[in-house]
């Protein structure tokens, strides 16, 4: 389907003008939810809602592709903002591809998202829900454990429960992604968070 110049100026248009509302909507403190997962180096969340122009570059380049646009139960203000679904896949900020250099950030054209060392990201924690946990229902399974790339945040009991240290998590959510319960007895949430300074 061709588009018309003038279609085009009217598309155009409206994407602007929907930019500038959720640009507007960003400036209410109230709309600043602090309980979304945002990529590592995100600045404060009033400050990044103001520097995000949503352009989608970080969500692009994210090797794992667990980086996504927040939607309307995220807040309006954060509307297509980039947020991070565990679900979807891990983090490689502390271990793997993003280690040497993370992509979102590197490619924010804008710095809403930070280069910074990983040693001080911290993009949430790990809630555990023993209920669904297939160790805690007594079969066997170690895969957080296994897949948790930072020594001593997970730990197993002798009879091979797990146990998480709260305070060595960094949230990259890869034991979120590789837990096989369903429904998973892990998620992530923006509790603890470090956020980037400008």
Do not use: W
Not at 72 to 87: C, E, Q, R, Y
Not at 113 to 135: E, M, N, S, W
Not at 178 to 190: G, I, V, Y
């Amino acid at each position: 389907m061709k588009l018309s110049r003038k279609d085009f100026l009217k598309f155009f248009a409206g994407g602007a003008i929907l930019l500038s509302i959720f640009r507007i909507l960003s400036l209410d403190p109230n709309n600043n939810r602090s309980d979304i997962v945002r990529p590592p180096g995100a600045l404060e969340e009033s400050v990044f809602n103001l520097l995000c122009i949503r352009c989608g570059l970080c969500l692009e380049v994210c090797p794992t592709e667990c980086i996504v646009f927040a939607g309307l139960n995220d807040g309006v203000g954060t509307v297509n903002t980039p947020k991070i679904d565990a679900m979807i896949g891990e983090c490689e900020f502390y271990r793997g591809r993003c280690e040497e250099e993370m992509q979102c950030s590197k490619q924010c054209p804008t710095k809403a998202l930070q280069l910074v060392g990983k040693d001080k990201v911290r993009v949430g924690t790990v809630d555990f829900h023993p209920d669904y946990c297939i160790a805690y229902l007594g079969k066997e399974c170690i895969v957080c454990a296994e897949m948790c790339p930072v020594p001593g945040a997970i730990e197993n009991t002798e009879d091979l429960k797990p146990i998480f240290n709260e305070e060595k998590c960094i949230g990259c959510g890869s034991c979120v992604y590789s837990c096989p319960a369903n429904p998973k007895a892990l998620s992530l949430s923006s509790r603890g968070s470090r956020r980037a300074e400008l």
